[in-house]
């Protein structure tokens, strides 16, 4: 909710997430995955807010997403699903805690295999259609 689009790099593939934007009051840098580049070139905008509607669009859009998936969903339920798919992903506890701003033994912790690394691979590949005559460009492997 607030983050806004200069904080995007896209080129870079990284988001920067300032201290007054992030619930632990520090910086960092957060990868963008092939996936998540494409969908925020899908939805890109010059500037402004990434999210520019109210937090109570954002609510009623995760509910539906939610239903029409068939997922039930949690408090901070993308968050916690992000660090168990990523920690099985990169097996680094202390890069997934450098990403999210918390400690390596709480990634370690809380994240540690609840999810399997091929599935860590199709999460990151969930990924918006692209149109039948467009031919995707390879992506560079991720870490």
């Given at each position: 909710?607030?983050?806004?689009?200069?904080?995007?790099?896209?080129?870079?593939?990284?988001?920067?997430?300032?201290?007054?934007?992030?619930?632990?009051?520090?910086?960092?840098?957060v990868p963008i995955p092939?996936?998540?580049?494409?969908?925020?070139?899908?939805?890109?905008?010059?500037?402004?807010?990434?999210?520019?509607?109210?937090?109570?669009?954002?609510?009623?859009?995760?509910?539906?997403?939610?239903?029409?998936?068939?997922?039930?969903?949690?408090?901070?339920?993308?968050?916690?699903?992000?660090?168990?798919?990523?920690?099985?992903?990169?097996?680094?506890?202390?890069?997934?805690?450098?990403?999210?701003?918390?400690?390596?033994?709480?990634?370690?912790a809380a994240y540690r295999e609840?999810?399997?690394?091929?599935?860590?691979?199709?999460?990151?590949?969930?990924?918006?259609?692209?149109?039948?005559?467009?031919?995707?460009?390879?992506?560079?492997?991720?870490?």
């Amino acid at each position: 909710m607030r983050l806004e689009w200069c904080d995007i790099d896209l080129a870079g593939s990284f988001i920067t997430v300032a201290p007054e934007k992030s619930k632990t009051a520090t910086r960092r840098l957060v990868p963008i995955p092939a996936n998540l580049a494409a969908w925020l070139t899908k939805f890109r905008r010059r500037s402004g807010p990434v999210w520019h509607r109210s937090e109570w669009n954002y609510a009623r859009a995760l509910n539906k997403t939610a239903k029409a998936a068939k997922v039930k969903l949690r408090d901070n339920g993308l968050r916690h699903s992000f660090a168990s798919y990523r920690l099985a992903q990169v097996q680094d506890a202390a890069k997934v805690s450098l990403e999210m701003g918390n400690s390596p033994s709480m990634v370690f912790a809380a994240y540690r295999e609840l999810v399997k690394p091929a599935d860590a691979v199709k999460w990151f590949a969930v990924a918006p259609e692209t149109p039948a005559n467009v031919i995707p460009a390879p992506q560079a492997a991720s870490a």
